[in-house]
């Protein structure tokens, strides 16, 4: 199960277009190769690029779940403890802070 780590509860999440994301690998576990599952743009796209913080990456033209990202079958690497396990971030502009999801190993719902 998907937790966000600031509340413990359910992330309200989808891998945005347009939007960089950072994961973290912990130290004891493996490197790994991930493959994020999206769609490829029909068109030449732009992204802008705003003062201050920026982060980079693929440009899907289209939102995927975290449960679709296939994230978890190419090894994210879960746990019962959110300190133990890999975690995604991503710069939010409106809070001007982190925000970070884990993958809860403990229950499945």
Known sequence: M???WENGGLPWFDWEP???YRVNVMPFNPPRDICLL???AQEGRSIEISQ?????GSSYPAAVSLD????LDSGF???AFNSLSDDLEWWDRTTEDYD???YDTSSTS
């Open 2 to 4: 998907w937790v966000d």
């Open 18 to 20: 347009d939007v960089g």
């Open 38 to 40: 999206g769609k490829v």
């Open 52 to 56: 201050g913080r920026n982060v980079c």
């Open 68 to 71: 679709h990202s296939g994230l």
């Open 77 to 79: 690497t879960g746990n």
């Open 100 to 102: 970070r999801v884990w």
